[in-house]
Nanobody
Framework: QVQLVESGGDLVQPGGSLRLACEAR????????IAWFRQAPGQGREGVSC????????HYADSVKGRFSVSRDQVKETLYLNMDNLKPEDTGTYYC????????????????????WGQGTQVTVSS
């Protein structure tokens, strides 16, 4: 069964950095596109990034370009969301998900089309 587990959320000051982890259990990241979404209190899910090994591409939302990056540990089958220069508007619960396909095409739509979401990991940016 495909399972993704998020971790690494914390309270951090504006301008700080944080690294979130998305561990893939029982499958390899080689064949599945993985997206990061976030949800602030009272708001809908917002796409942050999508990584596809098959397409050899990583997409980023405009709001995080230049500040966030995705990296991968192949041995641990873990995808990381590296977040720098954090802002209060980055606050939210962060989720990693997959539609079980290899492509990031239309990945923004996963926010409303996917039924299965994990518990996420909480990021709070505040002084």
């Amino acid at each position: 069964q495909v399972q993704l587990v998020e971790s690494g959320g914390d309270l951090v000051q504006p301008g700080g950095s944080l690294r979130l982890a998305c561990e893939a259990r029982m499958f390899t990241l080689d064949y599945y596109a993985i997206a990061w979404f976030r949800q602030a209190p009272g708001q809908g899910r917002e796409g942050v990034s999508c990584y596809s090994k098959t397409e050899d591409i990583t997409h980023y939302a405009d709001s995080v370009k230049g500040r966030f990056s995705v990296s991968r540990d192949q041995v641990k089958e873990t995808l990381y969301l590296n977040m720098d220069n954090l802002k209060p508007e980055d606050t939210g619960t962060y989720y990693c998900v997959t539609d079980r396909g290899a492509s990031c095409i239309d990945w923004y739509r996963w926010a409303t089309t996917l039924d299965t979401w994990g518990q996420g990991t909480q990021v709070t940016v505040s002084s």
